[in-house]
């Protein structure tokens, strides 16, 4: 299986008409998921509305979005994932950037003082799971007859207190056809592979990272209790315009090489440069297809994490 996502920064550098050309064109070639990045409010639309836009447009798309944790309280976000993940069958992802505090949290906070945006990034990741795990689909009975909705006994609060949140939960709607959306960290955030290896599905390592990666996720899935299995290793790698016809085979060598599940194609350009990576270099490198984001990702169904 060849995993291939790729990056769309939707706003300014690529405005939405574009960017529906692109979705549809990776739609049409198998492109594994399309990352909708997040720049800020001035510089791209909100990733959550895009990739609610898309997935309507395309239903074969999976999106995978980015939000930091600044400015988004735990339970909004889950919230907000979760419910582009029922709507798209199971095919939404997030991607959870590491990042300050949100004024809701912060009124709440257990230890006002504390401050480390790793460990606000591992906090807030077990809080979201946590939440999407909080209403499994096993619990939605909707059985007119005895007027029954939901098992409530299956429901429960997360009931969390640590050291930058505190989350009632549980959330409102069951899970996904995929178990829970796929979480996926991103290695530039400097966040500690033993987090990474504990309670994400994914990791997006740079070029730079690429030589140590494989061993180091492995170590850590290890003293996690994971298999290395369980977490989907992704390469970034930056395209060149121009040159995208010669490096198929290449990446695809180097990632079997460096033992990557997957490549992310970090396209930052227009939408000329998109269609010429998406067009050239993705149908070489024969992305498979599958029902859900996590199984496109080669993924075990999600078992729970462990504080």
């Known amino acids: 299986m060849t995993i291939i996502v790729l990056d769309l920064t ?99 906070v257990p230890e006002p003082t504390a401050t480390g945006r790793p460990g606000r990034w591992a906090e807030y990741a077990y809080v979201l799971t946590k939440l999407w795990e909080s209403f499994p689909a096993t619990a939605l009975l909707g059985d007119q007859s005895t007027g029954v909705f939901a098992e409530d006994s299956l429901i429960a609060p997360i009931d969390h207190e640590g050291r930058f949140y505190r989350v009632k939960g549980p959330l409102d709607s069951p899970s996904s056809p995929q178990g829970r959306p796929v979480l996926v960290a991103d290695a530039r955030d400097e966040v500690d592979w ?42 970034r790698i930056e395209p060149e315009p121009g040159a995208v016809h010669r490096t198929a085979g290449e990446l695809a060598d180097w990632a079997a090489r460096h033992c990557l599940d997957g490549l992310e194609l970090g396209t930052t350009g227009d939408r000329d440069q998109l269609r010429e990576v998406v067009r050239t270099l993705v149908p070489p490198l024969a992305p498979a297809s599958a029902p859900t984001l996590r199984h496109a990702l080669g993924l075990p169904e999600p078992i729970g994490v462990t504080p």
Do not use: K, M
């Not at 600044?70 to 709507?87: E, I, K, Q, T």
């Not at 298999?227 to 989907?232: F, G, S, V």
């Open 194 to 235: 033993a987090d990474v290896a504990a309670l994400a599905d994914a990791v997006v390592v740079t070029a730079a990272q690429v030589p140590r990666a494989a061993v180091r996720l492995t170590e850590a899935a290890e003293r996690a209790g994971r298999r290395r299995e369980d977490i989907a290793l992704l390469g």
């Open 10 to 108: 939707v706003g300014s550098r690529l405005p939405l008409a574009d960017a529906i050309e692109i979705a549809a064109l990776a739609q049409d070639t198998g492109v594994t998921a399309v990352r909708l990045l997040d720049g800020g409010p001035e510089d791209t639309l909100d990733t959550t509305t895009v990739a609610a836009y898309l997935a309507g447009r395309f239903p074969r798309l999976r999106c995978i979005l980015d939000a930091p944790t600044s400015h988004n309280a735990p339970y909004n976000l889950a919230r907000r994932v979760l419910s582009l993940d029922r709507a798209t069958a199971g095919n939404s992802g997030l991607v959870l950037r590491a990042g300050d505090g949100d004024e809701t949290s912060l009124a709440a």
